[in-house]
Antibody
């Protein structure tokens, strides 16, 4: 039973860098893409991007200039960094496992519980 | 404002069949496979339908997905109180070169 455990700082000031980590337990790390999604309070889901074990990544065009994802196969962990945060980046951040034949087919079949990140001065 | 359009709300009574629609375009729904997620408030989303109409193991066959042209639909038959949740469609968009979600439909079981 694959489980994703995620953690990171929950309270940031404007202009700081958001940093989250997601660890994979009970399953394979390679052969999948690992996706980050966020959900602002009371709003819908927003795709941030995805990365595989080799470091190949796809980022949301709207966040690409501020996002960096990395993967550590030895630890079975992926990380998300989002710099220059503002109040608009306040959200619950989820990591999820993505599976599919190509990136156009990916679906997220295992999700972490989410990490609440608040940006406030 | 999402490139995928969903009605913000839907409702039904126990036992009824309800359909939730997702409207897109030729660069997303027409070209790529659609997935549906169920999110009970306060919890993480759960995969409900993938590849337009496939159910993951453990998802009841009361849930079904379909697609035609630039729109996709999620049907729930034999509605139950536990189906009360938010439902999101998601698909890759070739023009945006990224994955997009619909705005979500909040389903109320009356």
């Amino acid at each position: 039973q694959v489980q994703l455990q995620q953690w990171g700082a929950g309270l940031l000031k404007p202009s700081e860098t958001l940093s989250l980590t997601c660890a994979v337990y009970g399953g394979s790390f390679s052969g999948y893409f690992w996706t980050w999604i966020r959900q602002p309070p009371g709003k819908g889901l927003e795709w941030i991007g995805e990365i595989n074990h080799g470091g190949s990544a796809n980022y949301s065009p709207s966040l690409k200039s501020r996002v960096t994802m990395s993967a550590d196969m030895s630890k079975k962990q992926v990380s998300l960094k989002l710099n220059s945060v503002t109040a608009a980046d306040t959200a619950v951040y989820y990591c999820a496992r993505s599976e599919g034949a190509t990136k156009r087919d990916y679906y997220m079949d295992v999700w972490g519980k989410g990490t609440t990140v608040t940006v406030s001065s | 404002q999402s490139v995928l359009t969903q009605a913000p709300s839907a409702s039904g009574t126990p036992g009824q069949r309800v359909t939730i629609s997702c409207f897109g375009s030729s660069s997303n729904i027409r070209s790529n496979t659609v997935n549906w997620y169920q999110q009970v408030p306060g919890t993480a989303p759960k995969l409900l339908i993938y590849s337009d109409n496939q159910r993951p193991s453990g998802v009841p066959d009361r849930f079904s997905g379909s697609k035609s042209g630039t729109s996709a639909s999620l049907a729930i038959s034999g509605l139950q109180s536990e189906d009360e949740a938010d439902y999101y469609c998601a698909v890759w968009d070739d023009s945006l070169n990224g994955r997009v979600f619909g705005g979500g439909t909040m389903l109320t079981v009356l």
